[in-house]
């Protein structure tokens, strides 16, 4: 089942001596508690496979996702920008892993809605020769319905630097509803 | 924005020929759904004008002043969270130190003044960058419990706060300890 912004249960306060129909039974019984144990919005991609991003010196969008699941098809995989299906608070992850460079400070955020909102979710990450570099950022951010959220990596080697395409250390984006 | 109530419904044990009336469905019912979608306790405290300056090797609280959301009314003007529910939660912080040469920065979570096991620590270099350090943990925090966000680093010289945002620190109520009873 695919939860549209129109089917998140609204509280219904019953009245002395009302009759539960079975109508209402499984609007306010049934669908209420499915919600909330299995139909939340939830998205998962990574670039397990595909072109990755090539991470430049400005602020770039983590691009070419792969989806595992994004239950509201909220999830570009192209550019990489998610729209929120309902409004409410979610917990966002973000994670960029980008390949070995000598000297490359890397750092990943949360943008929405292609501007600056405070607090700016925000991490960092000095590089060394042999290893690559990642960055994680887990917060927690309230989106109106259809409003846009990405990922976005920056590096400071002076060039670029692909982020890793794999199975298992690849860079990813997570959206999960928390609360209205 | 709406305070939630501080509270988590109670769910009964409904008896044989009991009689259902519209004050269970609205207490039993009604209110648990309600605190499923929209009233689990969450927060959301970041830096907007505070600032700090962090000492060589001294964990030093995080100057949370502005809030995005309190659901249960827990940040103080420092954000210093004092939880309302005993549960499980999960907490999410960063700090961001301004530019500065090479060295470790690192963030952990005080729970109660006792540090919560697990830390972020990660080095930048001299690149002319803030630097961010994030952590995200499931804590469990019992009501009257206070929760706060501290940074560090070892530069051997003080490290100011970013002055326009030092930081954030974010709670998601997740669930009542097993054990738990009303």
Known sequence: MVVTPSNIPAPHTWAVGEIPTAANWNSYIRDAFNFPLKFRPIMRAAQTSGAGTSIGGAWTDLTNLVVEVDSNAGLNTGTGVYTSPNAGWYIVTGSVVVVPNSNADIAVRLWQNNSFMPPCAFATRHMSTADRGQVNVTKLVYLAANDTIRIQGVNSSGGNLATVVDTLESSFFETFFFSQ | ?182
């Not at chain 2, 804590?139 to 930081?167: D, F, M, Y």
Request: hydrophobic share 40%.
């Open chain 2, 1 to 182: 924005m709406a305070t939630n109530f501080p509270k988590i419904p109670y769910i009964k044990t409904w008896a044989t020929g009991q009689v259902l009336t519209a004050g269970d469905m609205n207490t039993q019912i009604r209110d648990t759904v309600d605190f499923f979608t929209a009233r689990k306790p969450h927060a959301s405290a970041y830096g907007l004008a505070s600032s700090v300056t962090y000492n060589d090797n001294s964990w030093t609280d995080v100057p949370l002043d502005a809030i995005s959301v309190d659901t249960h009314s827990g940040f103080d003007s420092n954000g210093v969270y004092t939880a309302a529910i005993s549960g499980w939660y999960q907490v999410m912080g960063c700090a961001i130190f301004t530019p500065d040469s090479a060295f470790d920065r690192g963030v952990r979570f005080v729970l109660d003044g006792q540090p919560v096991s697990g830390i972020s620590l990660v080095d930048s270099s001299n690149n002319g960058y803030s630097t961010g350090v994030c952590l995200s943990r499931m804590v469990p925090i019992v009501a009257g419990q206070n929760i706060r966000l501290q940074g560090w680093h070892n530069a051997g010289h003080t490290v100011a706060s970013e002055p326009t945002g030092a930081g954030y620190l974010d709670l998601a109520f997740f669930s009542q300890f097993y054990s738990y009873t009303a």
